[in-house]
């Protein structure tokens, strides 16, 4: 398993052929989407549930392929950050209601 910053943590490096992200930035967006669902459900679209290491190379992929084909902020993982960068200042201390005080 590797810990490289922008790879998820998944299958080890020397289980992963040599090509396998150009192969999962290549998938089709169809494919691509099947194996999104089959992470998200735990099972192939034929009903078989996927095994552990199944689920590190899909997930793999996937990332792989939102990493090449989808912006930012709606790549799998993606948090909101609204409102945390500073740009809006704190309500002041005397605008604050607690409530159930009147």
């Not at 998938?27 to 034929?46: F, Q, S, V």
Request: charged content about 35%.
């Amino acid at each position: 398993m590797t810990d490289r910053p922008g790879r998820a943590r998944g299958v080890a490096d020397s289980q992963r052929p040599p090509d396998f992200g150009s192969a999962a930035a290549a998938l089709d967006r169809p494919t691509y989407e099947n194996l999104k669902r089959a992470l998200e459900l735990g099972r192939w679209p034929d009903g078989r549930s996927l095994d552990a290491r199944q689920r590190e190379i899909c997930l793999d992929a996937v990332l792989t392929w939102e990493a090449r084909h989808l912006p930012p902020d709606q790549r799998t993982g993606h948090i909101e950050r609204v409102g945390c960068s500073g740009d809006e200042p704190e309500p002041p201390a005397d605008r604050i209601r607690i409530l159930g005080e009147d």
